[in-house]
């Protein structure tokens, strides 16, 4: 299970001192791109391009290819680094590349010693070790990813779970978790720095505590930066595993205004066989019966899921239960996967579907989360909420529904606003307060 791929298109940045840096697929991607660029920064690094890669989908993979090759004809001057997931898994495939300068794996990104001008330009072409014997979780703070509105803390990383179509686990190891001390430190600095959200994630963010003494849960973690950092507005959980939701971690939901009623959750699909192919760990009846759970003691919360279109052995009917599945979580945002075969995986060994059937079905899936995003968005026009802004003219309320504020405000601003419509994508709304 990962953090939720927000987009598969690359996310570049570009320094005054020539560093560049393209990310790929998910939350805790992007924030690892942040620890390399304050550990290049310090270690000298300059006129360098880093491509910190994906491997959730072929596709993924394919993209970062190109873009290697792209990078290299814009700035064939640069070093070239690529990491990430797909480089952990396959270096071999990113250093026959004529392109390329280095690869670097998960584990040495996150280490000052990686980006020291010397060690780039003098180190081994591939430096990847074996992720199943890394025992560390980077404890780097970054500054935030959106500037002072949202930061995000990684918590948790790796994953002991084996589903039949992820590749994950190979590119991140076995799962680690920070210290509860150290994760409230990283979220005390960042309020005393300005950031009015903080966002927790991981690659299996609910099985955090399992590898630390006591074998603590996720709910006492939120519990103890909630109760320890009474200023921090807002508290948000990245993507999380529906069945391992604590006790705590509901009551927290419940009861906690400032953690905010928004869950992505891991459904992956609505067919109980699919499902056990898949070898998840719940069944579609768990997952109605959770969502039904909570919005019964938190009205106000939202919910989005991943859910992956035409996996292996999937009917007609089975994918109706997927689609089904929309309307009976009163999902409000998807991310939808057409399933792609991943080399190793128990999923690339059974029977495929034809390609046009999975590119299909993933079209019909987009189109019934539209519709589900428009339903959301309908049935909060009249509501007074407060949001986030993120940037100039857009927000976020605390339940992830975008806005766009007619009313100018500060990025990082807390603003109470009415929404007054919808376009099918992103609330309008009005200013009803002073922003704080």
């Known amino acids: 299970m990962t953090a939720p791929v927000e987009n598969l298109a690359a996310a570049a940045d570009e320094a005054d001192d020539g560093l560049e840096i393209v990310t790929f697929g998910c939350r805790l991607n992007a924030w690892e791109s942040e620890v390399m660029r304050d550990h290049a920064r310090a270690g000298g ?28 004809r814009d700035k064939p001057d640069a070093q070239l680094i690529v990491t990430g997931c797909a480089a952990q898994i396959d270096p071999d495939q990113f250093a026959t590349m004529a392109e390329v300068d280095r690869v670097i794996g998960n584990a040495e990104k996150l280490r000052p010693e990686t980006f020291r001008a010397e060690a780039v330009t003098g180190g081994e072409k591939v430096a990847v070790e074996d992720i199943m014997k890394v025992r560390e979780v980077a ?5 935030g990813l959106d500037g002072k509105a949202r930061a995000y803390v990684q918590v948790q990383t790796g994953c002991d779970h084996r589903c039949t179509f992820c590749i994950i686990p190979y590119g991140r190891g076995n799962a680690r978790s920070a210290p509860a001390g150290d994760v409230v430190d990283q979220v005390r600095r960042l309020v005393e720095t300005g950031h009015s959200e903080v966002v927790l994630t991981g690659v299996d963010l ?13 709910g006492r973690l939120v519990r103890a930066i909630l109760k320890q950092v009474p200023d921090l507005p807002r508290l948000r959980l990245s993507s999380i595993d529906a069945i391992e939701i604590d006790d705590d971690l509901f009551a927290a939901i419940a009861e906690e205004e400032r953690l905010c009623p928004h869950l992505h959750l891991s459904l992956q699909a609505g067919d109980d066989m699919i499902l056990k192919r898949m070898k998840r760990r719940h069944l579609r009846a768990d997952a109605i019966a959770l969502t039904e759970r909570l919005r019964k003691v938190r009205p106000d919360i939202a919910f989005g899921a991943d859910l992956i279109a035409g996996f292996p052995t999937e009917t007609e009917a089975m994918f109706e239960n997927t689609l089904r599945l929309v309307d009976e979580c009163d999902l409000a945002w998807l991310h939808v996967f057409p399933y792609s075969p991943r080399p190793g995986t128990p999923a690339a060994r059974m029977p495929q579907l034809d390609g046009a059937a999975i590119k299909d079905r993933a079209r019909r899936l987009r189109e ?39 009313t100018p405000a500060r990025p990082g601003a807390l603003v109470r606003a009415r929404a007054t419509g919808h376009d099918g994508q992103v609330l309008t709304a009005e200013a009803i ?4």
């Open 45 to 72: 690094l300059e006129n360098a391009v880093i491509v910190n890669t994906c491997a959730v989908t072929n596709e993924a993979v394919r993209q970062a290819r190109q873009t290697i090759r792209r990078m290299r």
């Open 139 to 143: 404890d780097h703070l970054v500054d």
């Open 206 to 218: 609910t099985s955090w505590g399992q590898d630390l003494p006591g074998e603590p849960k996720l």
């Open 368 to 406: 019934k989360g539209d519709a589900a995003r428009a339903r959301h968005l309908d049935g909060r026009v009249g509501a007074e909420m407060e949001f986030l802004v993120e940037k100039p003219g857009f927000a976020r309320a605390a339940d992830f529904t975008p806005a766009r504020l007619a």
């Open 433 to 436: 307060g002073a922003a704080r």
